[in-house]
């Protein structure tokens, strides 16, 4: 497998991977129908509200996308689709809801202290059922391959992408050239 083949990037000549990808981000005008002086008041403020926002490649021609740079990361035990947080969630805005995106990632390095951190990328699933804090789960709407639930120590990245509950985990992408060349004849 080579990853210039198959579009992911090249090593430069520091041996790092680099990206031959461009993202280009528009605002959507959906100012028509709002009245300006009353604008949506969201969780209780009212301002202009600051977010980070991620987008992260999952394939060659597909990517994934969150609010507050998809950083809720809980750690979880996985059995079949249902998901049980070990670590709380620290208020219930941060709740997985339903038709939500979460990403299950498997452990990665051990750390001094016997604990482990979380991969960089794992699987994307919808939530089928919202967060019950008593107990602590969710359930997914497709359950993890085999091998993955007997790992004891996996996590949980919520990618919360507001009022967006119909996209797919994984958003397909056309990859234009960065040029564009016409023979005249």
């Known amino acids: 497998m080579s990853w210039e083949s198959d579009g992911l990037g090249k090593l430069n000549s520091e041996n790092e991977l680099t990206r031959n990808t461009r993202l280009t981000v528009n605002f959507l005008d959906d100012s028509a129908g709002d009245d300006l002086c009353s604008p949506h008041v969201s969780g209780g403020y009212l301002g202009t509200e600051n977010q980070t926002i991620r987008v992260q490649l999952t394939g060659a021609d597909t990517f994934t996308w969150g609010f507050d740079n998809a950083s809720p990361l809980y750690k979880v035990a996985v ?74 120590y996996l996590y949980l990245r919520v990618w919360n992408r507001g009022s967006d509950l119909s996209s797919d985990a994984e958003i397909s992408f056309t990859a234009e050239p960065l040029f564009h060349w016409e023979i005249q004849g």
Do not use: C, M
Request: glycine share 6%; aromatic share 6%.
């Open 79 to 152: 059995s079949g689709v249902r998901v049980t947080f070990l670590t709380a969630i620290k208020d219930q805005q941060h709740w997985p809801l339903a038709e939500q995106i979460v990403e299950i990632l498997p452990r990665s390095a051990e750390l001094s202290n016997n604990e482990y951190i979380a991969d960089l990328t794992g699987s994307l699933r919808k939530v089928a059922t919202s967060y019950s804090p008593n107990p602590p789960e969710i359930e997914l709407k497709q359950p993890l391959g085999s091998g993955v639930e007997e790992d004891k």
